[in-house]
């Protein structure tokens, strides 16, 4: 079975809990304004070739904001399945005149991948005008060559996280993200990266984004385990914003049990702004159980 065909099996599984999902309200200080003018642009696909690296950017309309975004590694050839990952997933808000985006880079996890593959970006914008509070929130690690895994969270205070992202800085081929999402409540986005089993001797850090604003109404985080839970070489999940609500900023985490070798390979918020597919992948056979994987929407009116 290849992997288009193994995906589909997964999503239908998936997709029948979908109906059962419960969102998290906050309660608090009055909502801010709905926010207006939301959209999901694609970007082009990057090159299709055999590099180590992949980037590409999804721009948002002229006068939008970005508010959050996702992206895809997806190789080729079914043999080399395992062997991309995302490394980095990064809302971009520019204020020199052009216009945010929000920026993917993919990677390959072995020396021994030559088949070609390529990566996506999908940015979520919305006008300005329903993003009161709005400030795009970095935090990063010193760079070190000691650390097996490496967690950053950029907080947003009594605001709350509309979407967000993650960055390794200096993965080389060896370090894979595996977390990329906002607390339950939202105050806080967090990014997480793990070192494969052979270890890695070059500096890196992880970097964490925040994209915060004042609550917005219909404020709410969406967090959805998937079904497969044990030693699967492959786990999908999805997140479904609450009827009357869409996406704004989307997320997935790997469980803190999983060893290095496991990665994001996909965080897509879906056309219709809906919900929120999350993709996970042993990049080399674990035995052990790495536990399930979320998806996460952060969905407001």
């Not at 270890?199 to 219909?218: E, I, L, Q």
Request: aromatic letters at 6%; hydrophobic letters at 40%.
């Amino acid at each position: 079975m290849n992997r288009t065909h193994r995906w589909f099996a997964l999503a239908s599984v998936a997709a029948m809990v979908l109906a059962a999902q419960v969102g998290i309200q906050l309660v608090g200080a009055a909502p801010a304004a709905a926010v207006t003018g939301i959209e999901k642009v694609t970007s082009p696909l990057s090159s299709i070739d055999s590099q180590q690296t992949h980037t590409v950017r999804a721009e948002c309309p002229a006068g939008k904001w970005v508010t959050g975004g996702g992206g895809w590694a997806f190789s080729v050839a079914a043999a080399d399945s395992a062997k991309v990952t995302l490394v980095e997933l990064r809302p971009e808000h520019r204020t020199d005149g052009t216009r945010d985006g929000f920026v993917v880079t993919g990677s390959e996890t072995t020396a021994a991948m030559t088949g070609d593959w390529w990566v996506q970006a999908y940015a979520i914008c919305a006008s300005p005008s329903g993003l009161a509070g709005y400030g795009l929130v970095t935090t990063r690690n010193p760079a070190t060559s000691s650390p097996v895994e490496l967690e950053a969270r950029a907080g947003c205070g009594t605001r709350r996280a509309i979407g967000g992202g993650a960055r390794i800085v200096n993965p080389g081929r060896d370090v894979a993200l595996q977390v990329a999402r906002a607390s339950g409540t939202g105050d806080i986005f967090r990014a997480s990266a793990h070192e494969d089993a052979d270890g890695y001797s070059g500096n890196w850090t992880v970097d964490a984004y925040a994209v915060c604003v004042n609550r917005p109404a219909g404020y709410q985080v969406v967090t959805t385990a998937s079904t497969q839970g044990d030693s699967e070489s492959e786990k999908i999940a999805f997140a479904r914003c609450p009827a009357g609500t869409r996406v704004h900023g989307a997320g997935a985490a790997i469980s803190d049990a999983a060893p290095g070798g496991v990665s994001l390979q996909v965080v897509y918020p879906s056309n219709a702004l809906d919900n929120v597919e999350a993709f996970a992948v042993e990049n080399t056979p674990v035995s052990q159980d790495w536990d399930f994987i979320v998806a996460q929407a952060i969905c407001a009116t």
